[in-house]
């Protein structure tokens, strides 16, 4: 088995937990004891919660996904650069138009987006700000940098 920031797996590749937004420190080897004490804690919603919606002007995506010359998987990944190229990262509503364009399930359409780094689904900041944590840059006091930053923003 082994840990990314994405989950734990099997050695098939097929996922065992997801783990959304936790921090962990992987172990070298994971034993039937380790597995057998994860526990999995669902959260209920309740009907009157509400998800907000974000509002998007679908027209441009409307145009990129009828400017395909067909409607085939092999466009997906150009699609999406496209889209983001539009908005800057790829909108929830957007998304849901790429599905049913490309009959490409929410699985499989988050799969590939999680996959590629430059993908982005979440509004990225006005600025982005890249520090660089190489040796020679670690010697120099990237950390210390980071430190700063992180505290000021």
């Known amino acids: 088995m082994e840990a990314n920031g994405n989950g734990l797996f099997s050695r098939d590749n097929s996922l065992l937990v ?14 039937a004891d380790f ?6 804690y669902l959260m209920e919603t309740t009907a009157t919660e509400e998800i907000e919606q974000e509002e998007v002007d ?13 409607d085939s998987r092999t466009h997906l990944i150009p699609t999406l650069q496209n889209i983001q190229n539009v908005y800057r990262y790829l909108p929830g509503p957007a998304m ?12 499989e359409l988050y799969g590939v987006i999680s996959f590629y780094p430059q993908l982005l689904i979440t509004e990225p900041g006005k600025y982005i700000i890249k520090l660089c944590y190489g040796t020679a840059c670690f010697v ?7 430190d700063k930053i992180n505290d000021c923003y």
């Not at 597995?35 to 999995?40: E, G, H, L």
């Open 96 to 107: 849901e138009l790429v599905m049913e364009s490309l009959s490409v399930s929410r699985a």
């Open 35 to 40: 597995i057998n004490s994860v526990k999995v």
């Open 140 to 146: 120099k006091g990237a950390p210390i940098i980071g």
């Open 58 to 70: 679908l027209a441009p995506t409307e145009e990129i996904l009828k400017n395909l010359p067909d």
């Open 18 to 31: 997801s783990l959304s937004y936790c921090i962990f420190t992987p172990h070298a080897e994971w034993n």
